[in-house]
């Protein structure tokens, strides 16, 4: 059973950092792309960014919004997806969900996601 | 960047009821088209890819259409659990963009 589970949301003050991960099981982890998106509250989708695997020398895209700001790693031996955020605004304020890419391309299994709250 | 606009942004049906959405792009995505469903509460999930391929697990009410600009998800016969906001995204370039969503209630 595939699963991703996001961890290391919280409360962070603005212009603060935070780290969050993805643990993935159920599925051979390298060989998938894996992306972040996230999601206001009360707002829609909005994607932050991927990163591709090893034969694509794990290169990374990155939304505007967040590209200078946010750095998307991957660790194969752990089964794990890494978002770093540094100089968090109020506006980083969202839940944020690991996905799996298929194909190279489109979205396939969502995790449950982690909050994030930006807030002095 | 692309922009995906969806209409209508809510709609109120039935059980039973067959529902339609659409989704139109600012420029030609081919087929590049995927739709999510979010329950209330819950982690988005993938329903469809490339325009109209149901992605496994998927229900066979559900299907999608369309190429270039304009797409459309229909659902066939709304049961109580497709009760959720359903958002177009392409991925024909970087940035990956979403349509704003389509809340769906009972009517």
């Known amino acids: 059973e595939v699963q991703l589970v996001e961890s290391g949301g919280g409360l962070v003050q603005p212009g603060g950092s935070l780290r969050l991960s993805c643990a993935a099981s159920g599925f051979t982890f390298s060989d998938h792309y894996m992306d972040w998106v996230r999601q206001a509250p009360g707002k829609g989708l909005e994607w932050v960014g991927r990163v591709r695997k090893k034969g694509n020398n794990y290169s990374t895209e990155y939304a505007a919004s967040v590209k200078g700001r946010i750095t998307i790693s991957r660790d194969d031996s752990k089964n794990s997806l890494y978002l770093q955020m540094n100089s968090l605004a109020t506006e980083d304020t969202a839940v944020y969900f690991c996905v799996r890419v298929m194909g190279e391309a489109y979205f396939g299994y969502w995790g449950q996601g982690t909050l994030v709250t930006v807030s002095s | 960047d692309i922009q995906m606009t969806q209409s209508p942004s809510s709609l109120s049906a039935s059980v039973g009821d067959r529902v339609t959405i659409s989704c139109r792009a600012s420029?030609?995505?081919?087929?590049?088209l995927a739709w999510v469903q979010q329950r209330p509460g819950k982690a988005p999930k993938s329903l469809i890819n490339?325009?109209?391929t149901l992605q496994s697990g998927v229900p066979s009410k559900f299907s999608g259409s369309g190429s270039g600009t304009d797409f459309t998800l229909t659902i066939s016969s709304l049961q109580p659990e497709d009760f959720a906001t359903y958002y177009c995204q392409q991925y024909k370039a970087y940035p990956l963009t979403f349509g704003g969503g389509t809340k769906v209630e009972i009517k």
């Open positions: 420029q030609d995505i081919g087929k590049y």
């Open positions: 490339a325009a109209s």
